[in-house]
């Protein structure tokens, strides 16, 4: 299967592989005797010491900081797999931009099942992804999610996991929390470099179905046992959590929450209840995690596109307000809704771009320090709409697109502990930020406008995103 969202790309362990007669049969049934286990679960490919360090560890550059910056999430496909020369074209342009910061989950999202059968382990496509953000110099962030099978429910076996949607988003059973926690904390003797870790995804599992609500306690027990599991391997590591989607709805919704709303509408309450239950009852956090779209649940962006990223500004200050100013981070955001096979393909990329620049301002404009970009790469082909680089199956390929351009620029510009400064604007379609130094400067409107900027007359073409020196 291919490694894409719910899907591992897991290795299948061929017999076949193991031919001749002989000492070759010997060797076959030496290997069939120490990969089944008395029950005949299927243990081939993995290994008992899933806590050996893997590789060279490298010094990540916000190793000991509770703010990374602005990164990017690996998904299904990405650079760490493809020709040669275009997975080392990435990698380093990326190095050569200070290192964007990355999140690999624990599996899926191009990992496999880490712990196919309790107590064996099988990191192949981590360790691959690690070594990637490694050798493009970026800082390393681990999401903990999801569970192996027999943590849930499922059958244990290199060859038993189930890569639907609906596995996948299955949380391990409460008597498993304790397997969990102690996965992670695997995970960590691993990749003694990775030092930010994410406790779970968007409460996948999480739900309450006989009251209609989030299931905030199940996942503040996980989150509190997975928090200790990995200060207990070391207590400088950085743990955040709860990873929750800020869902927006219509204010006239009977769901939506008085706490917090604005022209994009409003938060839906049992998302604040949720919130609020993790932060009252969680053992620590070194940072808070969240994600969410500009857009409603329905797909509404409110009152359009750009002015629905008033949604992040807003949903950003209260988080900060309700946790004592935690160093936030957005684990994924979105402003460009999808169609029904999940793809983004709507808008041309000039607009994508302006929208998710306006998205990027209002995150830093509410106190954001963290952000992850959940790139949609492509295994193949040249097209790949609002990816940040063109698929690497080719050599030429690992190409940088405009997304990239401007995340890496924004990283750039505007790192953690960045003073931002007021400027003069005198077009209301016109969107800036700016410190000392720079301004980065979003026509918002689909036509060429004039404006004057800090005093300086600018010509902007349709959808222009412009970085200005002061």
Request: aromatic share 10%; charged share 25%; net charge negative.
């Amino acid at each position: 299967m291919g490694r894409h969202g719910w899907n591992s790309g897991a290795r299948r362990w061929r017999l076949t592989a193991l031919l001749g007669v002989g000492a070759a049969a010997l060797a076959l049934l030496v290997t069939l005797l120490s990969t089944l286990p008395g029950d005949g679960v299927d243990t081939g490919g993995t290994t008992r010491d899933g806590d050996k360090v893997h590789g060279t560890p490298t010094a990540a550059p916000h190793a000991k900081d509770p703010e990374v910056g602005w990164g990017f999430t690996h998904t299904q496909h990405s650079a760490d797999e493809g020709a040669p020369a275009a997975v080392a074209r990435v990698e380093r342009r990326i190095a050569g931009d200070g290192g964007l910061p990355q999140i690999q989950h624990l599996m899926g999202w191009g990992a496999d099942n880490p712990e196919p059968v309790r107590g064996r382990y099988d990191f192949e496509a981590m360790d691959r992804r690690i070594d990637f953000v490694r050798a493009s110099g970026g800082t390393p962030v681990v999401t903990l999610c999801c569970a192996p099978d027999w943590m849930k429910g499922g059958e244990p076996g290199v060859d038993a996991t189930d890569w639907s949607q609906a596995a996948l988003e299955t949380a391990p059973d409460p008597e498993h929390f304790d397997d969990y926690a102690a996965l992670a904390a695997t995970v960590a003797k691993r990749y003694p470099d990775v030092r930010h870790f994410i406790v779970w995804n968007e409460f996948k599992g999480f739900w309450n179905d006989a009251e209609g609500r989030w299931d905030h306690e199940g996942y503040t027990k996980l989150y509190n046992l997975v928090y200790r599991a990995l200060k207990k391997v070391d207590r400088d590591i950085l743990v955040g959590g709860p990873y929750l989607v800020m869902d927006s709805v219509d204010p006239r919704a009977h769901e939506a929450s008085t706490a917090v709303t604005g022209p994009w509408g409003a938060l839906d309450r049992r998302t604040v209840d949720a919130f609020r239950y993790w932060n009252e009852h969680k053992a620590g956090a070194d940072f808070v995690v969240v994600d969410g779209s500009s857009y409603t649940r329905d797909d509404e962006l409110l009152p359009d596109e750009f002015e629905a990223t008033g949604k992040f500004t807003d949903v950003s200050r209260w988080v900060r307000e309700q946790t004592g100013d935690l160093p936030l981070w957005w684990a994924e955001y979105y402003v460009e809704p999808a169609d029904g096979d999940d793809e983004r393909e709507g808008w041309s990329e000039a607009r994508r771009v302006a929208v998710h620049a306006t998205g990027l301002i209002a995150l830093a404009q509410g106190g954001t320090t963290s952000a992850f970009y959940w790139n949609p790469e492509n295994e193949k082909g040249t097209d790949c709409a609002g990816c940040l680089w063109t698929p690497t199956d080719t050599a030429r390929g690992g190409a940088e697109l405009p997304m990239y351009g401007l995340l890496a620029r924004f990283g750039e510009e505007f790192p953690p502990g960045t003073r931002y400064r007021k400027v003069s604007v005198d077009e209301p379609g016109v969107r800036v930020l700016a410190t000392d130094e720079v301004i980065l400067a979003v026509n918002t409107l689909d036509r060429r406008t004039t404006v004057k900027i800090d005093g300086r007359k600018t010509e902007l073409q349709a959808y222009e995103v412009r970085w200005l020196g002061r």
